[in-house]
């Protein structure tokens, strides 16, 4: 059974900075597409950032420009640096690869 285990959630004043860290057990971790969602209370969940086999990025509009997400196949790791964020960033974070989801991790931005 694939494991992913996300970390870095928390709470942050507006313009502030998070790291998210996703860790996971899958095995030919360097051969998926890993992808970050983020499902806020009454909304859908939906896909944040996602990033191929081979470095590609995508993102969804309202993070282009303040989100970096990355990945370290060598830790089967992905990460998602999160700057500039605001209020409509708070939702609860997961982590996604090949079927597979993390358990959320939560950011909320508030002052």
């Known amino acids: 059974q694939v494991q992913l285990v996300e970390s870095g959630g928390g709470l942050v004043q507006p313009g502030g900075s998070l790291r998210l860290s996703c860790a996971t057990s899958?095995?030919?971790?360097?051969?998926?597409?890993m992808a970050w969602y983020r499902q806020a209370p009454g909304k859908q969940r939906e896909l944040v950032a996602s990033?191929?086999?081979?470095?590609?990025?995508n993102y969804v509009d309202s993070v282009k420009g303040r989100f970096t997400i990355s990945r370290d196949n060598a830790r089967k790791t992905v990460y998602l640096q999160m700057n500039s964020l605001k209020p409509e960033d708070t939702a609860l974070y997961y982590c996604?690869?090949?079927?597979?989801w993390g358990q959320g991790t939560q950011v909320t931005v508030s002052s």
């Open positions: 996604y690869i090949n079927g597979n």
């Open positions: 899958v095995s030919i971790f360097n051969f998926y597409t």
């Open positions: 990033i191929t086999s081979g470095g590609i990025p």
